[in-house]
């Protein structure tokens, strides 16, 4: 079987580029691999970038883009982004995420960016190790990152482990995270729990009860230690299950909607809506989505 050609990759298999700090890496084809192959610096109108779909980060901090607006309003683009030509057309966007923003925000219409033949697998991989070379993901984020390549790239955990350079049993604890309902994992990644704080929560019986312990030790302010005590306590509880009248399905979907809306646990039930929050930042993150806080302004 003939070598693929590896492209913007300047002969390096991704064997080898796991093996080498990514994020310089891609600096080194920014800024100095001048004869990499398919390596072309131009000018992209910002409406023709595609965001990467393979980017793990999900979280932009508002006011670090601001920041960062502002600078490239006076100073314009230091780094060039990463991009390749798109299968359908303009461009997809590999590295420069935030860039990219801080751009938009910032009025412009163009931005300066080095075009590199990078297939789908080659995107998907450094995209990801770079993102956790950065230490730039929180842990519901880098959870997703890992569930990608076991999942697209069909990974086993050794693999896994072995590519991200972590411990077989750390990305097995990691991937578990998923298991955790959407309003648990919004927690975690809004950093009011951590995940020593919901991983013992994993020991319990459906979602609804992984919910109301997480807003238990939310409100009681509890320490790793005492969640693993307090989740023992509750797992060993015996259980009385009540009969469960079956929820019409549109319910139990309009429920789902408004909850992944509004991220937080959401119940529907003859004449009454019912919406869960932990606090009151959670309360007015809600009302906000409602639209029912007036602008100051």
Known sequence: MAKRDTGGLGGKGLDNIFN???????????????DAPGRKEIEIPINEIRPNPY????????QALNEL?????????????????????????????????????AGLETVPAISVDFTDDEMMEISVLEN??????????????????????????????????????????MLRLLKLPQTVQKMVTDKKLTMGHVRPLLALKDDDQM?????????KKMSVREVEKYIKELSEKPVTKKPV?????????????????????VGVSGKSLTIHFTDTDDLNRILDILGCIEDEN
């Open 20 to 34: 080498v700090n990514v994020e310089k890496f891609l600096d080194d084809i920014q800024n100095n691999a001048q």
């Open 55 to 62: 980017q793990p980060r999900k979280e932009f901090e508002p």
């Open 69 to 105: 607006a502002d600078s490239i309003r006076q100073h314009g683009i230091f780094t060039p982004l990463l991009v390749r030509k798109s299968k359908i057309s303009g461009f997809d966007l590999i590295t420069g995420e935030r860039r990219l923003r801080a751009a938009k925000i």
């Open 132 to 173: 956790i070379q950065r230490e730039d993901l929180n842990p519901i984020e880098e959870a997703a990152a890992y569930e990608s390549l076991v999942k697209n790239l069909g990974y086993t955990q050794e693999k896994l482990a072995q590519r991200v350079g972590k411990s077989r049993e750390y990305c097995a604890n």
């Open 211 to 219: 919910y109301e312990a997480a807003r238990t030790v939310l409100e």
């Open 245 to 265: 009248k079956e929820k019409d399905p549109m319910i139990t979907d309009l429920e789902n909607r408004l909850s992944g809306k509004l991220g937080t646990k």
